[in-house]
C-alpha cells in the first residue's frame, strides 16, 4: 500500500466552517474550448465545501484509507523538522497546492527514494524541480483548467482595483472618511487604455476575453501565436516579445507559467521600458518578477500600481517588502482557490489518484513530466533547465 503525503494550507483561524454562505456552486461540464472537467469516478466531498486546508484533506481520506494506503494531511512543509520532512523519505505520491506550496527541490527529490508522483491540486507546478523529475523518473501531474478561469477573474477584479483607485477608498470608508478627492487623485477609467498580457494560454486568453467588452486596446505576447480567427475576433495586436508590448501597454498582466525562461523577467531593464504610471498585475508566480525591482518602480513612480496573489516564498514571511510598498494591491494567493474552483481540483486530483492506482493512463492534458521527460501540457508550456 502507497503512503500519499498531502500538504495544504491551515484551516481558518475561527476553525473549520460547519457551514458556507451558499449552499453549493454552479456546475460546470467543460471549459472553454471543449475540455471536459474532472471525470472521476465518484466524490466524498459536496461541491462548495472547503476542501484546500487540512481538514478538507481535498475530500480523498474515506477514498484512500478505503483503498488501505496511509493517508498524511500537514501544513507543516519547511525546515528540516517539518513534518513534510519526516514523511517524504517513504512516501510514494505528494499531493500539494500552488498556494502553499511543498517545494519539491532537487535535494528532498533525491532523498525521496520511493516517490513516483507528484500531483499538484490546481495549476502550475513549478514548485517541483521539473529537471529533478525528469531525472529521477517521477511523474508530474496537475489538473489543468480546473481554476484558470477562476485566476482570469481575479486578474480583472486586480486590474479595476488598481486602475480606480479601489482599495485606498475603501480604507477611507473604514477610517470613517469621506475624502472624495484624497480617492478620485489617482482614480482612472479603464476605457480606451491599452492592455497587454505575458502569456495567452488558458488563463491569458480568458482574461483577454473578459477585457473585450470594457472597450480596451488588447496585446499579447507569447511563443505561440493565437489562432487568426482569434486574434481578429477580440481585435487582438500580437508582439514578438514582451519588450515591444510593454512599451505600448498601460496595463500589463502576467499571465506565464515559471521556468527558465520567465525567471526574473520583469527587472529594472524591464520596467524602465514600460510606460510612466503603467499598473502591473501578477496572478501567475511571484518570481517573474524582481522582488526588489518593483518596489524600486513603485517608490520612484515609475509604476502606478502593482497587485498580485503570487509571492516568493509562500508564504510570504512578514517582513517581505511587497507587503509595505507603496500603491500595491497584493493578497496572498487565492486567485485559484475559490470554493467554485476547490471542487473542480478536487475531483480532478482524485481523477489522476484513481487513475495511478488503476493502471490506467492520465490524461495527456494533466501530464507535466512523465516517463523522464516533459509531457502534455508540460512540453507545451515549460522548458527544460533550472529555475534557482
Known amino acids: 500500500m502507497a503512503k500519499v503525503l498531502c500538504v495544504l494550507y491551515d484551516d481558518p483561524v475561527a476553525g473549520y466552517p460547519t457551514s458556507h454562505a451558499r449552499d453549493g456552486v454552479?456546475?460546470?461540464?467543460?471549459?472553454?474550448?471543449?475540455?471536459?472537467?474532472?471525470?472521476?469516478?465518484?466524490?466524498?466531498?459536496?461541491?462548495?465545501?472547503?476542501?484546500?486546508?487540512?481538514?478538507?484533506?481535498?475530500?480523498?481520506?474515506?477514498?484512500l484509507e478505503g483503498l488501505g494506503h496511509t493517508f498524511v494531511v500537514t501544513?507543516?512543509?519547511?525546515?528540516?523538522?517539518?513534518?513534510?520532512?519526516?514523511?517524504?523519505?517513504?512516501?510514494?505520491?505528494?499531493?500539494?497546492?500552488?498556494?502553499w506550496p511543498a517545494y519539491l527541490t532537487a535535494e528532498r527529490i533525491a532523498k525521496a527514494k520511493k516517490l513516483k508522483l507528484a500531483i499538484t491540486?490546481?495549476?502550475?507546478?513549478?514548485?517541483?524541480?521539473?529537471?529533478?523529475?525528469?531525472?529521477?523518473?517521477?511523474?508530474?501531474?496537475?489538473?489543468?483548467?480546473?481554476?484558470?478561469?477562476?485566476?482570469s477573474e481575479h486578474v480583472v477584479m486586480m486590474i479595476l482595483s488598481l486602475v480606480r483607485n479601489y482599495i485606498p477608498s475603501y480604507k477611507w470608508v473604514i477610517d470613517g472618511g469621506w475624502n472624495i478627492a484624497d480617492?478620485?487623485?489617482?482614480?482612472?477609467?479603464?476605457?480606451?487604455?491599452?492592455?497587454?498580457?505575458?502569456?495567452?494560454?488558458?488563463?491569458?486568453?480568458?482574461?483577454?476575453?473578459?477585457?473585450?467588452?470594457?472597450?480596451?486596446?488588447?496585446?499579447?505576447?507569447?511563443?505561440?501565436?493565437?489562432?487568426?480567427?482569434?486574434?481578429?475576433?477580440?481585435?487582438?495586436?500580437?508582439?514578438?516579445?514582451?519588450?515591444?508590448?510593454?512599451?505600448?501597454?498601460?496595463?500589463?498582466?502576467?499571465?506565464?507559467?515559471?521556468?527558465?525562461?520567465?525567471?526574473?523577467?520583469f527587472n529594472d531593464a524591464l520596467i524602465d521600458k514600460m510606460k510612466r504610471g503603467a499598473y502591473l498585475v501578477n496572478t501567475a508566480r511571484g518570481k517573474i518578477c524582481d522582488r526588489d525591482a518593483v518596489v524600486r518602480a513603485l517608490k520612484s513612480g515609475?509604476?502606478?500600481?502593482?497587485?498580485?496573489?503570487?509571492?516568493?516564498?509562500q508564504p510570504a514571511p512578514r517582513d517581505h517588502p511587497w507587503r509595505t510598498m507603496p500603491h500595491h494591491g497584493m493578497t496572498p494567493h487565492t486567485s485559484?482557490?475559490?470554493?467554485?474552483?476547490?471542487?473542480?481540483?478536487?475531483?480532478?486530483?482524485?481523477?489522476?489518484?484513481?487513475?495511478?492506482?488503476?493502471?490506467?493512463?492520465?490524461?495527456?492534458?494533466?501530464?507535466?513530466?512523465?516517463?523522464?521527460?516533459l509531457a502534455g501540457t508540460g512540453a507545451h508550456s515549460y522548458s527544460v533547465g533550472k529555475t534557482s
Open 336 to 373: 485559484g482557490t475559490s470554493l467554485s474552483a476547490q471542487a473542480r481540483y478536487a475531483a480532478g486530483t482524485r481523477e489522476i489518484l484513481e487513475c495511478w492506482f488503476e493502471g490506467r493512463p492520465i490524461r495527456e492534458e494533466y501530464l507535466i513530466v512523465d516517463r523522464g521527460k
Open 26 to 63: 454552479p456546475k460546470i461540464e467543460r471549459y472553454p474550448g471543449g475540455q471536459t472537467t474532472p471525470t472521476p469516478k465518484r466524490i466524498d466531498f459536496k461541491p462548495g465545501e472547503l476542501l484546500g486546508s487540512v481538514s478538507g484533506g481535498l475530500g480523498l481520506r474515506k477514498f
Open 75 to 99: 501544513s507543516d512543509k519547511e525546515g528540516a523538522t517539518s513534518v513534510f520532512e519526516r514523511e517524504l523519505p517513504d512516501a510514494e505520491i505528494v499531493i500539494s497546492q500552488p498556494f
Open 121 to 151: 491540486a490546481g495549476i502550475g507546478s513549478d514548485h517541483v524541480d521539473l529537471q529533478a523529475a525528469i531525472e529521477h523518473g517521477v511523474t508530474v501531474a496537475e489538473v489543468t483548467y480546473s481554476n484558470s478561469i477562476s485566476v
Open 183 to 265: 480617492c478620485v487623485s489617482s482614480s482612472y477609467d479603464l476605457e480606451a487604455m491599452e492592455v497587454g498580457t505575458v502569456g495567452s494560454g488558458r488563463i491569458g486568453l480568458a482574461v483577454l476575453r473578459r477585457l473585450k467588452p470594457f472597450d480596451v486596446k488588447l496585446h499579447y505576447t507569447d511563443r505561440h501565436r493565437l489562432p487568426e480567427d482569434v486574434e481578429k475576433d477580440l481585435n487582438l495586436t500580437y508582439h514578438p516579445n514582451v519588450e515591444s508590448m510593454v512599451r505600448v501597454c498601460d496595463v500589463v498582466t502576467i499571465n506565464a507559467p515559471l521556468h527558465p525562461e520567465t525567471e526574473h523577467l
Open 302 to 313: 515609475k509604476l502606478a500600481g502593482y497587485a498580485g496573489d503570487v509571492w516568493f516564498p
